[in-house]
């Protein structure tokens, strides 16, 4: 199946602990922007996300990496789609005070989450069964 991808630098705004240190929950706002995609592309229609089966958090993420969100659409019922996510850190934003424009460009990307969900999108909203 199609995989869907998307990066981005999390900024100062992301971070809601000490240290810069970025709420778990942002990663998974990535993964609901990359199951809308995919949804879009299969169906036509957003759909909605219904449940998460799996959540986990691998690595600490903080104001200043960049991440790469991925996911595919794993299972494909009438109305349900199961999908897969991960997101990697791709870039590290500095950790040193005295020189905060700094960032290292990662050998390795890491795994910093993954997940599993299951989203609906009705019937009559999916591509060839809308009325006009």
Do not use: W
């Amino acid at each position: 199946m199609e995989e869907v991808m998307i990066r981005l630098r999390l900024s100062q705004a992301d971070a809601h602990y000490g240290g810069d240190l970025v709420d778990g929950a942002r990663m998974l706002a990535l993964f609901g922007d990359v199951a809308t995609e995919l949804l879009i592309r299969l169906d036509g229609d957003e759909g909605l996300f219904v449940a998460y089966e799996q959540v986990e958090f691998k690595a600490p993420v903080y104001a200043g990496d960049y991440i790469e969100a991925k996911g595919s659409i794993t299972k494909q019922g009438n109305t349900s789609r199961t999908m897969s996510f991960t997101a990697h850190k791709v870039i590290a934003g500095s950790r040193d005070a005295s020189n905060p424009s700094q960032a290292t460009l990662l050998e390795q990307p890491v795994l910093v989450c993954q997940a599993k969900g299951t989203c609906v999108v009705p019937k009559d909203k999916q591509k060839g069964n809308t009325k006009s």
